[in-house]
């Protein structure tokens, strides 16, 4: 059987580190993540992370890590053309960390589809008790929080039960699919290794206030094993 070829959009967050995680068990061979920068401040235009914590992540988990540097408004114009000059090298799957919200799933899949790749969603309608089991394996960091629903006291904590309940308390979605939180995955199965986190500073930009990461280790690496140029 031919292997399928697939990409991830890779946020370094949680559900995305998951979604990348479930395929590879379904049997997806994952050729590249690819994570979209903000042109302007340089750093992930979802988390606001910089580009070398992402490049440390991505390495860590056996995976290439594709950069693409745009302004906001030229994001589906860039996906596209990325979607398209991947077709030759038989990539034509991609793999999305979408779990409830349909918006987001229809406008993917009108793109994939006018691109000629299929869309996959290895978290799609999963519960949020299976979601919370199964990244209860990793340790996540709280890497933003959104201005007036959460405190700025949980930026650099890890996803754990206190944080959970304090999303119960709220009524807030303890996945934080609405955008509640970012968070970053400094440590999983799929890592070889981890990453250490070991100086900040805040910064508020949008909606939200987060972590501008000034510092960190890597606690153990791992070659990448394969490039894809697009």
Known sequence: MEAKRAFCLWSGGKDSHLAFMEAQSQGYDIALALTFFDARTRSSLSHRLPPRVLRDQARLAGVYLQEVYVGREEYEQRLRAIMQSLA??????????????????????????????????????????????????FRSLIVAVETGKLHERWLGQAVDHEFHNELRSKGLDLLGEHGEYHTLVVQSPAMKGQLQVERWKKQAYDSYVGLDIQEWSVLQSSPITQEVVV
Do not use: M
């Open 88 to 137: 030759p090298q038989k990539i034509n799957y991609a793999i999305f960390g979408d779990i409830h919200l349909e918006e987001h799933r229809v406008w993917n899949e009108r793109v994939c589809n006018e691109c000629g790749v299929t869309p996959v969603f290895p978290l799609w309608g999963w519960s949020t008790e299976v979601i919370l089991e199964k990244q209860h394996q």
